[in-house]
């Protein structure tokens, strides 16, 4: 499986514009670059998700390299309610065994500062 | 509507007990998934249902673990003999269809402790 690499920790200042980057080196054509976090004592919740187009929704935008070895998340006004776990995970789209589950790293530790 | 639930919120056992965990996804939600996080990592994936049949149970670590999931819809997590290292947050995971497209709604988990 293609893997990602993401920074452990950042920090941003509250209403401030974040932008976490992860890369990806080894994605393949079909892979969808897809995008989780987990607020403390919770669950992992979906963010957003893309394959090659910049994309953007009522939480974030992603923005996705040219050559889709790297994507960035961007919330645009960071709040205190954001401090969380962002998981960037890659997703193949084939149907064989292993490809319907999400696999996470460590994910980036994004801390908000008031 | 009503999220993926999951009961208990918390267990503690003693080492060797046998645990259930179960898990209620979204109505009408066909995939159901159950992951595993350790403190400071992310979850990992046990095993994945689609309909009342294990589609992918690559990710159960031995055969102590074993999960059911009669009529389709709830779905229960079974431990026996359980040890200390599967002290963790059990985590239950549901979707629309299979579709690699579909967000997978997580439940809050429920946090086994083997003593």
New interface residues.
């Given amino acids: 499986d293609a893997k990602t690499t993401q920074p452990n920790s950042m920090e941003s200042n509250e209403e401030e514009p974040v932008h976490l980057p992860c890369n990806h080196s080894t994605i393949s054509g079909t892979d969808y670059i897809h995008w989780y976090r987990q607020l403390p004592s919770q669950g992992p919740e979906y963010v957003i998700h893309g394959l090659t187009s910049n994309v953007n929704n009522r939480m974030a935008s992603l923005a996705i390299a040219e050559d889709r070895k790297s994507s960035t998340l961007i919330l645009h006004r960071a709040t205190l309610r954001d401090a969380a776990v962002y998981y960037c995970i890659l997703r193949a789209v084939y149907s064989g065994a292993g490809s319907y589950q999400l696999t996470f790293g460590k994910g980036t530790k994004l801390s908000v500062i008031p | 509507g009503a999220g993926?639930s999951q009961t208990p919120s918390n267990k503690v056992t003693e080492k060797g007990k046998y645990v259930e965990l179960r898990c209620d996804p979204i109505s009408g939600h066909t995939?159901l998934?159950w992951?595993r996080q350790s403190l400071?990592?992310?979850?990992?994936?046990l095993i994945?249902f689609q309909g009342t049949g294990a589609?992918?149970d690559?990710?159960l670590p031995n055969d102590r673990f074993f999960a059911v999931r009669p009529e389709g819809s709830v779905s229960t997590l079974k431990i026996q003999r359980t040890e200390r290292g599967d002290s963790a947050v059990y985590?239950c995971?549901s979707s629309p269809n299979?579709d690699?497209?579909n967000?997978?709604?997580?439940?809050?988990?429920t946090r086994l402790t083997v003593l």
């Fill in positions: 993926v995939a998934y992951y400071g990592q992310g979850p990992e994936f994945y589609a992918d690559s990710g985590l995971a299979r690699q497209y967000e997978q709604f997580f439940g809050p988990g």
